[in-house]
């Protein structure tokens, strides 16, 4: 795999992790805050932010019906195969490609780094010196910890096939047991490990880094929890603004 072909497929992989990931803080932060707010008062019916979202109730269900199917919808992309059965811009397709390849070598790290400086001669051997090569041993934990999160996808993944993207025939029960084994705490957990795979593969390609398996990335996380909290103001005309809460770093 080329340098422009890894970017490129990492940029894809990127983009349609971080829309899942708003989509799917969105629609948590909006609840959190909303449920907040209306707990500082003795009734619901007191609380600003509610009053804002009961005004326009229909687009609120619409909007949270929605977020459901573009996070859900977006995972599949990065986890499931296309029709015809090719892994287009598929985790594993990434992964694979990445592995069998030398780009990720101390090499090819300094030469990336020479390119992108004026002044590389006066730095580039001592910063050398603190990097890290992927190794063999990296590469298969990160596939054992893709692999790991493919199978919390595939467990979920009901909800997407026959109920969300396909209107399957089911019975009532069924349907409701698919529901059941979707919790949004799975769907959480997917969305932060993919995110700490994001970080692995862009810190060890810019930077030389060994893998950090337990680093949790909150970036996204925090910023739709600020984008939250100054909509909820604005609908509120600004008399009850949520305390913005950052979600701290494992």
């Known amino acids: 795999m080329t340098t422009s072909n890894y970017e490129k497929e990492f940029q894809i992989f990127s983009s349609n992790l971080n829309q899942a990931a708003r989509a799917f803080y969105y629609h948590q932060e ?6 907040e707010d209306c707990m500082k008062y003795k009734s619901w019916q007191e609380s600003n932010i509610y009053q804002a979202i009961q005004d326009n109730a229909q687009f609120w269900e619409d909007y949270k019906d929605l977020s459901i199917l573009c996070f859900v919808i977006t995972l599949r992309k990065i ?36 390119k992108g400086s004026d002044n590389a001669d006066d730095w580039i051997d001592e910063y050398m010196k603190n990097t890290h090569q992927l190794s063999e041993t990296d590469f298969s934990k990160i596939e054992d910890f893709v692999s790991a999160t493919k199978e919390k996808w595939d467990s979920v993944k009901p909800l997407c096939n026959k109920i969300l993207a396909h209107q399957d025939a089911l019975t009532p029960q069924k349907r409701s047991q ?12 997917i969305i932060t490990r993919l995110l700490t795979v994001e970080n692995i593969l862009w810190q060890a390609y810019h930077n030389g880094q060994k893998p950090d398996f337990g680093y949790v990335n909150n970036k996204v996380r925090n910023a739709v929890a600020y ?12 008399k009850a603004r949520p305390k913005v809460i950052h979600h701290n770093k494992a």
Not at 79 to 92: M, P, R, V
Not at 93 to 112: G, P, Y
Not at 229 to 237: A, D, I, M, P, T
């Open 227 to 238: 984008d939250v909290v100054l909509l909820l103001g604005k609908l509120s005309s600004g």
């Open 30 to 35: 909006i609840q959190r805050q909303v449920y």
């Open 178 to 189: 698919i529901f059941e084994n979707s919790k949004y705490a799975i769907f959480e957990e």
């Open 79 to 114: 986890f499931d195969k296309d029709k015809n059965g090719q892994e287009s811009h598929h985790i594993d397709r990434l992964i694979k490609s990445v592995k069998n390849s030398d780009l990720f070598t101390n090499q090819k790290l300094r030469e990336r780094k020479i």
